[in-house]
């Protein structure tokens, strides 16, 4: 029963997507391609305050972190020196009657199409780099890997950014980008998808501090959640036990979401040791090591890599936002009540006619007054209280309405005011047009 219940909000959450253009499914014009999908407007905007919210707040509004833009493509050694080549799998296995291929660790629960239970083949190691040929000939000489982290480019780089960035132990390189990953089965909508986005940091430090600034690290990160607007009581941490940690690891911590379809993990956080740096230092030939000029100690540092997912963020920001109203008896009004800094449109703009010139160009100066400032949206189609719904449904926090009090038309006093609606409250306050900017400012700020 709970479970149909979740099926029935996903169905919701999935329609809301595409009906306002938040995700679409990739190629759907050719039936769709599993594991893909394209992010619409709204989508786009709202996945770019993401990223933004990510790197001013790991990024730009520290001293001790600086950031790099890698390729997707990098030299193949890289794969082997990080293990990616020899262990990037999973177990998996096929149904021998309808030849449905499953996670070995997550088999349907339905039975066979062919009838009966499925009957299953040995599990084997299905490594989940997507290859490709570097130059027109295809041989094993030219084989490279789409990148399925990006924190292997960011190892990679540690000397080079150490040296370029005046930047002293303990200190932080960033990026974001896309990763692939050949999933055996991508599920739960973009949660697990076969090519994603992910925001990585390496945060490099010296041997001996590694659980104080994991910890340091993991309470960073669980406040950050909350300031894009996750709600608190839907966020937790699961800590990995001893015996759960990669053989390298000292801790690893995971942020997780309860999402409809479960607790499921956000982002990862993981003290790594010196793995990687010495593993690159060993396939590469290449020094990795840091010398402290206070101390004269010369070491490789450890690190410690908090790892998120931009799509699953995005998806956990959806199904926290997705809100019904019953407004009237069987009037449900659809909000989607997303955290204003995270919005993919921040105010829309309305004449209250399309068909009146005096409206309309006073509703041009006032967009423009706003666009410069926010993410500004135009809209003269239909009624407005239909205009208000898609507003509400595309989670705009403020709708600003041009009518003919603004002209003056009831008297001067109204002359150059407007309505400014609020999405959560539905309250109209008559503003001054030259207020509106530093209203909706501090209203973003607050
Ligand atoms: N460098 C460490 C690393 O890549 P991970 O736990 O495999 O760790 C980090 O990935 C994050 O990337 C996850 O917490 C998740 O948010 C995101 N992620 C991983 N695989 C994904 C997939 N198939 N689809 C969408 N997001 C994914």
Redesign the pocket.
Known sequence: MAEKKETAFMEKIVALCKRRGFIFQSSEIYGGINGFWDYGPAGAELKRNVRDAWWNDVVRRRTDVVGIDGTIITHPRVWEASGHVTSFSDPMVDCKKCKGRWRADQLPETKCPEGGPHDYTEARQFNLMFESHAGPIKDDDNKVYLRP?T?QVIFAQFQNVLSVSRQKIPFGIAQIGKAF?N?INPRNFT???RE?E?M?LEFFIKPGTDADWHKRWVEERLTWYETIGLPKEKLSIYEYKKEELAHYASACVDVMFAFPFGVQ????IAARGNFDLSQHEKFSGKSMAYFDDETKEKYIPHVV?P???V??ICLALICAAYTEEEIAPGDVRIVMKFAPRIAPVKVAVFPLLRNKPPLIEKARQVFELLQPHFTTEWDDRGNIGKRYRYQDEQGTPWCVTIDFDTLGEKGPELLDTVTLRDRNTMKQDRIKIADLVPLISQRLRG
């Not at 993990?265 to 990862?268: D, K, P």
């Open positions: 982290e924190a990953r999933e949660f697990r998808s994603f992910q990585e993990e956000l982002e990862g890599e790892s998120a997912g799509d699953r």
